[in-house]
């Protein structure tokens, strides 16, 4: 144990370096700005990204989107079984929103009409639909299930155990890293000497981007209009001399070397994050200003934060990254909707899509101001789907649930997947319409991992299972 005054000592001695440090912070920030062009206010977008730039956007639905109101059956039959089911949380018919996608199982389906730019994106061709996706350790039919022929993913209808299985894409072992973080690991290398990690959290820590190399960097969202959000703040407290040399002391501390390994080890992690949070800032106030509107919501605010930091990807040496996002608020088991029939079309399930279909239609546009749509891909998870039958006042925890693909190298204007039958007791319910997935969270990821640079034989690294399954490759990707 350091006594008091070898303590202070240190932290004496800690002043003493703020020359050499505040030089390498200086080097550092300088690094960060060195790529905008001098005088200009406005460089050029196309510019920002290089050509051969990828990202991944992780729009994590917490809690369990009741999809069966996203995607919904329009057919004469198809929607009388809907409506038969859903009883209070069915939608009207005459509100919802059709679809005409390239291909047809010989059923008709629609959306909600909470979800206008995403049926607009859906038309022309930049959104997917992945119909009753899920965690699943191998493909698994109704018979086996109920012969438990099959082993089944652990604690099915759990929050917590389902949110880490979904990004993991390993139901069956012990969680390690996420499918994010594997494919991190797997592609780093395509950074040329990175500045700050290519794996960046707009919603704090998530098992996604958990690694065994790469680390996942927090950063702030965007607190509204004029705001770019940025790195977890680091600041002296206050605006005086004395407040300003004592944070650089506390910083130059950080720095020193330390005999303890803790200490050490604390040490480092804190300076690495001071001095990516002094880039970062430096870079991001440094970057353009989008004409794109974001409304101000939480996730567009998270996705708005996403859009510049793509846009200092080539400042910050990245031609990989993969992001998170999170928007809690989808357990509805109560107050879904405000009421029956007209009243079913708004409420907290209609407000919650309202904001997802808003902020991923305006995250599009800016990758289409940046000139990169086709080199940014976004996708939805979620906990899982909820039941089709109602509880009286909202649903319950389901299983298989629809799913959203979003971008210029997306196959969109389809329904990729088999839609499961929406008769209660049918070949596809285990009971209340929790639909057996038909599709693998391995198949849906393998797909985004695929098009994002893993290779096929690397595949099976990045997901363990996914030799179980019949398509790695779900064709939703250009």
């Known amino acids: 144990m350091n006594s008091r005054r070898h303590f202070i000592g240190q932290c004496c001695a800690a002043v003493g370096y703020t020359g050499m440090a505040s030089t390498l912070a200086s080097l550092r920030a300088t690094a960060a700005a060195a790529s905008i062009p001098s005088g200009s206010t406005t460089p050029p977008r196309g510019a920002a990204v290089a050509s051969d730039y990828k990202a991944l ?15 919904i059956p329009y057919d004469t039959a198809g929607y009388s079984d809907y409506a038969k089911a859903r009883t209070l949380l069915a939608l009207p018919q005459p509100n919802l929103l059709p679809l005409t996608p390239r291909t047809s199982d010989g059923r008709s389906f629609a959306l909600h009409p909470s979800v206008g730019e995403l049926r607009s994106l859906f038309t022309s061709g930049k959104l997917a639909l992945l119909s009753n ?30 949110q880490v299985q979904w990004q993991s894409s390993v139901p069956d072992q012990a969680f390690k890293t996420g499918w994010g973080g594997r494919t991190a690991d797997l592609l780093n290398s395509l950074n040329s000497n990175p500045q700050v990690s290519m794996s960046m959290s707009l919603d704090g820590f998530n098992n996604f981007q958990v690694a065994n190399t790469v680390t996942q960097l927090a950063v702030q969202r965007s607190s509204g209009a004029g705001s770019k959000g940025g790195p977890i703040a680091w600041a002296a407290a206050g605006n005086s001399a004395t407040a300003t040399a004592r944070f650089q002391a506390q910083k130059d501390l950080f720095n020193a070397q330390q005999t303890n390994l803790f200490a050490a080890a604390f040490g480092a992690l804190t300076a690495d994050a001071i001095g ?6 430096s870079a991001l106030a440094a970057s353009p200003t989008f004409t794109t509107t974001f409304p101000v919501s939480t996730l567009a605010n998270q996705l708005k934060t996403i859009a510049y930091l793509i846009s200092i990807s080539s400042t910050l040496n990245l031609k990989r990254q993969v992001f998170f996002a999170r928007l809690g608020g989808w357990d509805t088991h109560a107050d879904q909707v405000d009421g029956t029939g007209a009243a079913a079309v708004t409420g907290a399930h209609a407000d919650l899509l309202a904001q997802v279909s808003q902020a991923m239609n305006a995250f599009y546009n800016a990758t289409v101001e940046m000139g990169i749509a086709n080199q940014v891909t976004t996708f939805t998870a979620s906990d899982f789907g909820r039941t089709f039958t109602s509880n009286g006042a909202g649903s319950d925890h389901g299983w298989g649930g629809h799913q959203m693909v979003l971008g210029g190298a997306v196959r969109g204007g389809d329904i990729y997947g088999k839609m499961p039958s929406p008769q209660i007791d049918g070949p596809d319910d285990t009971g209340r319409g929790r639909w057996i997935p038909t599709t693998s969270v391995d198949e849906y990821s393998a797909t985004l991992a695929r098009w994002f640079g893993v290779s096929d034989t690397n595949l099976p690294i990045a997901f363990p299972n996914i030799g179980r399954f019949a398509k790695p490759n779900l064709g939703f990707m250009g």
């Open 57 to 71: 956007v992780c729009i994590f639905l917490n809690g369990g989107n009741d999809s069966s109101n996203l995607l």
């Open 276 to 281: 990516d949070s002094d880039l970062l800032t």
């Open 133 to 162: 996706v899920g965690t699943l350790a191998y493909p698994t039919t109704k018979a086996q299930y109920t012969t438990n022929a099959v082993p089944l993913p652990p604690q099915l209808f759990s929050h917590n155990d389902q």
